[in-house]
């Protein structure tokens, strides 16, 4: 059975930080590409970051320059640090995961990100 369980979300100030962490079981984590999604009130779930298992990383253009996306695969996570947040980041952090050569995908319960103003 696959679990990606996320942790790290919380209440933080504009211009403060946070590391979300999403830990996956139940998959080969190596040859699986992980990405963090985001859902505020009222609006469509979107792609924040991705990375494959190749390392490579993509970023939605509003968060390019404040969030950083990495992964350790001894570990099994996936880590996503957000800097300079900014109200506008406040939503449900999702974590996602499609493992190689697996036609199914997962996600996880999500974690939530506040930013006052």
């Known amino acids: 059975q696959v679990h990606l369980v996320e942790s790290g979300g919380g209440l933080v100030q504009a211009g403060g930080s946070l590391r979300l962490s999403c830990v996956a079981s139940?998959?080969?984590?190596?040859?699986?590409?992980i990405s963090w999604y985001r859902q505020a009130p009222g609006k469509q779930r979107e792609l924040v970051a991705g990375i494959t298992r190749n390392y490579e990383t993509n970023y939605a253009e509003s968060v390019k320059g404040r969030f950083t996306i990495s992964r350790d695969n001894y570990k099994n996570t996936v880590y996503l640090q957000m800097d300079s947040l900014k109200p506008d980041d406040t939503a449900d952090y999702y974590c996602h995961a499609r493992q190689l050569g697996r036609r199914d995908d997962f996600w996880g319960q999500g974690t939530q990100v506040t930013v006052s103003s």
């Open positions: 139940g998959i080969i984590f190596t040859i699986s590409t």
